[in-house]
């Protein structure tokens, strides 16, 4: 694992990339309902993050599409999550059992 000294200070940081597990230091950009499971394994074969968007799904939505796209890649993969959703602390509750 390499590490970038910062030029203000000698704590080593590690980079974007190995924090993020991924190839390039690219993140798709979330967008309700409009960021699947084909968008977010896409983005992530690629090399970048890919990221659903979850605005507005259900719990088993949710859990639908991250079961997709881990078919679809083995690679990174987030999930967007809008704090102002009702079914706010189910969706978490989704993404931690999934293991995302």
Not at 24 to 30: D, L, R
Request: hydrophobic share 45%.
């Amino acid at each position: 694992m390499s590490h970038v000294l910062t030029k203000r200070s000698t704590y080593i940081i590690p980079t974007v990339i190995e924090i993020l597990g991924t190839k390039y230091p690219i993140i798709c950009g979330a967008m309700a309902r409009i960021t699947t499971h084909e968008i977010a394994a896409a983005v992530s074969e690629a090399g970048g993050l890919g990221i659903l968007g979850a605005g507005g799904w259900s719990a088993d939505q949710l859990r639908d599409e991250i079961r997709q796209t881990k078919a679809m890649t083995h690679k990174p993969f987030g999930v967007n999550l809008m704090l102002q959703m009702d079914n706010i602390s189910e969706l978490v509750d989704v993404v931690i059992e999934e293991g995302v």
